[in-house]
């Protein structure tokens, strides 16, 4: 694994990535996830890469329509499930990539799924379900998060008032309810924190610059390496 050396950005849709600099990081390879698909600084990176993977996603056709342009000219990765839904909505899924077959494609990555299976709908994430396995497809060596708290149903979760942020509460579709979203932030979490481990033994090292939980199991800022 010494041939892994690059360095990739996930981005998440956690409030934190109000603070992004994608100025800064425009070379940087970069992951975003469902509703980066609308931050026009985002496709402006050097290396743009789009995940999304909830159905209720689905629901919604400007999204649809928008993901399936953006997928003519840029790497888009969903699931099967997901390209096959786009095509019954009458849309063109053609040109979104299947990470069920990059997850059938590369050794790791079918490591990956066995050891890490995709659970239920209200307990999937994009973040691990389809963004980390680019990730590895890409063979980056650090992959650092952002705007990934994972702490859906924290009412004390401050949500930033920058327009650019994209997720407001009022506008954004989450079919959780309260408790539902706990026991998300609670799955994902520990699998974070069990895939971080797994992935050492690979010489690939996760690291997260939200501020979220993440922070209190062991995660370090890549920004800290950096300066050691």
Request: glycine fraction near 6%; include cysteine; proline fraction near 3%.
């Amino acid at each position: 694994m010494s041939s892994r050396t690059q360095v990739c950005h996930i981005l998440g849709n956690g409030p934190s990535l109000a603070k992004y600099e994608f100025v800064k990081y425009r070379n940087v390879l970069t992951i975003g996830t469902n509703r980066l698909l609308f931050v026009d600084r985002f496709w402006q990176c050097t290396s743009p890469v789009f995940c999304f993977s909830e159905e209720r996603l689905l629901k919604d056709k400007v999204f649809i329509d928008l993901v399936v342009q953006k997928s003519r000219n840029y790497k888009v990765f969903a699931s099967d499930k997901i390209i096959s839904g786009i095509n019954k909505l009458g849309f063109d899924g053609k040109h979104i990539q299947s990470v069920d077959k990059i997850l059938q494609s590369f050794n790791l990555l079918q490591k990956f799924r066995k050891q890490f299976p995709v659970p239920g709908e209200l307990e999937k994430t994009v973040v691990i379900d389809v963004a980390i396995p680019v990730a590895l497809m890409y063979q980056c060596a650090d992959i650092v998060f952002f705007g990934c708290e994972f702490s859906y149903g924290n009412k004390n979760q401050n949500v930033s008032k920058n327009p650019d942020y994209f997720l407001q509460r009022d506008e954004f579709i989450f079919d959780h309810s309260n408790q539902s979203a706990i026991n998300w932030s609670d799955i994902n979490v520990q699998r974070m924190i069990d895939i971080k481990k797994w992935l050492i033994f690979f010489s690939i090292h996760l690291y997260d610059e939200s501020g979220g939980r993440l922070k209190d199991h062991g995660f370090k800022k890549y920004s800290q390496k950096i300066k050691n």
